[in-house]
């Protein structure tokens, strides 16, 4: 298990000396003590990149995908390695990271080998006598900070179009879930990576994530996590007006109307929010449902929420884990008593479970009727298997509740009626729609959002036009002569 920090194709300890133990959450137990990065291994880490940069830039750009394309392979190879390590770091269900995790993070990788060689710049009809076109160039060494809530899958996420598009990157992991991303570092290196192109620093976010933000020698910054971290890195990357692209919470409203095909809005509401322990930006976390289908979809999802089968996460039976944090965990059940200080009603969890996992950091499926779409619970990011219950009458009550939060990542509608679906799409605000789905996401499609969900997509060509920069060229064809100053 590789527990130091990567730094210019080498795994070696902080320049401090100092360590942060990671958990299995399943137990709380020790996993292995990681490096921690500080200042000094961040300055290290940039100085590699900046000595790869030159040669990787100018690498054929088929070149740098076929890296990318072999890394997909390893992992396939590596596929249950992974997966494990995975589960035991962060607590997805072994078949989540089997069936998700895993797949998703190869798959990710190869499009954005694929996608190497397909970036192109634009010629321009100008004035006659000029051609005109336009370089996509690499920004140079970009900073990567990611959360924990899919630390695996974010690296193809984060590394995948950075690659591709011929930047050199230093990446903070989590604090809590550093081994995967230790792992793919490793991977790629066997893929053929030249060393310094990709370096992983597993360390506290104040400290190494601040500084990777702040860094004078860094030109953009992608950051995944919450709002108000997102503003301090945007406040951090004012000094060198780094780029910065923000991936932050959401409060995703799950709509199902009268019309609705009540068997696939259960699913996928269930779905919705308790696929990866409610841990995910785009979760649904506010059901928002037609008073002519809510007593009888209710019951049926609060039967389903009950028999959700939480265990180990090793457990190839279990279908939700443990939170990935103790404090996490806290943190979302401190969520129950705001519930019922106004006036919510627990239809179903809203506690730890007992027994064997009362040891772990598990929650139980938590269903809450909220008394007024403008409650704490309904407008808050609770990032947990927790979802609130709303009802509506008309169409524009539905949309103004779905469109009542700072937060603009996803949502869902469930509806037979194809001009609402379309006129609904048209009207959220937010990133991405689901319609009669939930949670779709795809290495082609953008991915982001809007308000205070951030700025920037990932994923798609968005993604490589977020890692590069324009130049425009002009070139004097006709070798015309300006009329101004002719003598
Ligand atoms: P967070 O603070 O946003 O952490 C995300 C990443 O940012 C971690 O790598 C973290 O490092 C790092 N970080 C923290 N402070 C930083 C700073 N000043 N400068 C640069 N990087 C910094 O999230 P959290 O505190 O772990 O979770 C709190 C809440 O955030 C959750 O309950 C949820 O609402 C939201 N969240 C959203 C997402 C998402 O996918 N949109 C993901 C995770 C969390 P450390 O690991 O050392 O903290
Ligand atoms: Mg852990």
């Known amino acids: 298990m590789r527990h130091q920090l990567f730094i210019d194709g080498r795994f070696v300890d902080a320049e401090s000396g ?30 590699a990149a900046q000595r790869a940069l030159p040669a990787w830039s100018a690498m054929a750009a088929m070149d740098r995908g076929r890296i990318l394309l072999r890394l997909a392979d390893l992992i396939e190879s590596h596929a249950e390695e992974l997966a494990r390590l995975e589960s035991l770091d962060t607590g997805h269900p072994i078949r989540d990271s089997r069936g998700l995790d895993v797949p998703r993070t190869a798959v990710n990788f190869r499009y954005f080998g694929g996608m190497a060689d397909k970036l192109q710049g634009d010629q321009i009809p100008v004035e006659a006598g000029f051609l005109n076109y336009t370089l996509r160039e690499p920004i140079g060494v970009v900073g990567q900070v990611v959360p924990w809530n899919f630390p695996l899958m ?82 951090a990357s004012a000094g060198n007006l780094k780029k910065v692209q923000l991936e932050l919470g959401g409060k995703g409203a799950n709509i199902v109307f009268g019309d609705a095909n009540l068997d696939a809005a259960v699913n996928g509401a269930a779905w919705a929010i308790f696929h990866n322990q409610g841990q995910a930006c785009i979760a649904g976390s506010r059901l928002v449902l037609h008073e002519s289908i809510a007593d009888e979809f209710l019951a049926r999802f609060v039967t389903l929420a009950r028999s959700v089968r939480l265990g180990n996460p090793l457990d190839e039976n279990t279908e939700m884990g443990p939170l990935t944090s103790a404090q996490h965990r806290d943190r979302v059940l401190s969520y129950v008593d705001v519930a019922l200080a106004q006036g919510g009603e627990i239809l179903a969890g809203g506690k730890a479970p007992g027994g064997a996992l009362s040891q772990g950091c598990y929650v139980e499926p938590t269903v809450v009727r909220v008394k007024s779409w403008r409650d704490r619970v309904a407008q808050e990011e609770v990032f947990g298997p927790f979802v609130t219950v709303i009802t ?50 795809n290495p082609a499609s953008p991915f982001g959002g809007v308000g205070k969900s951030g700025y920037g997509r990932e994923m798609g060509f968005e993604a490589m036009r977020e890692y590069t920069q324009v130049k425009s060229v002009w070139v004097n064809v006709d070798a015309v002569v300006p009329p101004h100053f002719k003598r």
């Open 18 to 47: 100092e360590t942060l133990p990671t958990l299995n959450p399943h137990d709380n137990t020790p996993i292995v003590d990681v490096a921690m990065a500080g200042k000094a291994d961040v300055d290290k880490a940039v100085q």
């Open 154 to 235: 974010f690296t193809s996420w984060k590394l995948g179009p950075a690659l591709a598009a011929g930047n050199c990157v230093v990446l903070k992991p989590a604090e809590i879930t550093p081994l995967t991303s230790l792992r793919i570092a490793e991977l790629l290196s066997e893929a053929g990576l030249p060393d310094g192109v990709v370096n992983v620093l597993p360390g506290l976010g104040g400290v190494a994530g601040q500084y990777i933000a702040e860094h004078p020698a860094i030109g953009k910054i992608a950051f995944t996590g919450s709002t108000a971290t997102g503003q301090r890195i945007v406040q």
């Open 392 to 441: 509506f009458k008309t169409d524009e009550e539905a949309l103004q509740i779905a469109n009542g939060t700072e937060y603009g990542l996803g949502a869902g509608l469930w509806t037979g009626s194809l001009q609402r679906a379309h006129k609904f799409a048209r009207e959220i605000k937010s990133g991405m729609v689901w319609i009669n789905s939930y949670k779709r996401v």
